[in-house]
């Protein structure tokens, strides 16, 4: 069973960026539809963003132009870039993988049977 492997959190200013990288170890991300979900303590988890297997690309409507996913295929990783990042983005943002046979992604978490531990974000304003 593949784990995922979360990496890229921190802390910035109001309008930084950060560049979240995801890993699996005992599989290749490459075969999964992936997703990057984020949770802020005493609400439920999010999905931010989504690539599939089609290349088709999703993202929560509220940081579309802001955030950026994408595969890396040197290291193998999903990546999620974000810009001008605000105080609400806050928390902990977690990757998760959709079983090799779902071609497409999703922003809905029960779409997924893999997920990291997460890596914390905080924005400070």
């Known amino acids: 069973d593949m784990e995922l492997r979360e990496s890229g959190g921190g802390s910035v200013e109001a309008g930084g960026s950060l560049r979240l990288s995801c890993v699996g170890d005992g599989d290749t991300v490459s075969r999964h539809s992936m997703g990057w979900f984020r949770q802020v303590r005493g609400k439920a988890r999010e999905g931010v963003a989504s690539v599939g297997l089609d290349g088709h690309e999703m993202y929560l409507d509220s940081l579309r132009g802001r955030i950026a996913i994408s595969r890396d295929s040197a290291t193998d990783a999903v990546v999620l870039q974000m810009n001008s990042l605000k105080p609400e983005d806050t928390g902990t943002y977690y990757c998760?993988?959709?079983?090799?046979?779902?071609?497409?992604?999703?922003?809905?978490?029960?779409?997924?049977?893999?997920w990291g531990q997460g890596t914390q974000v905080t924005v400070s304003s």
């Open positions: 998760a993988a959709r079983p090799p046979s779902q071609l497409f992604g999703s922003l809905w978490p029960t779409s997924y049977t893999n």
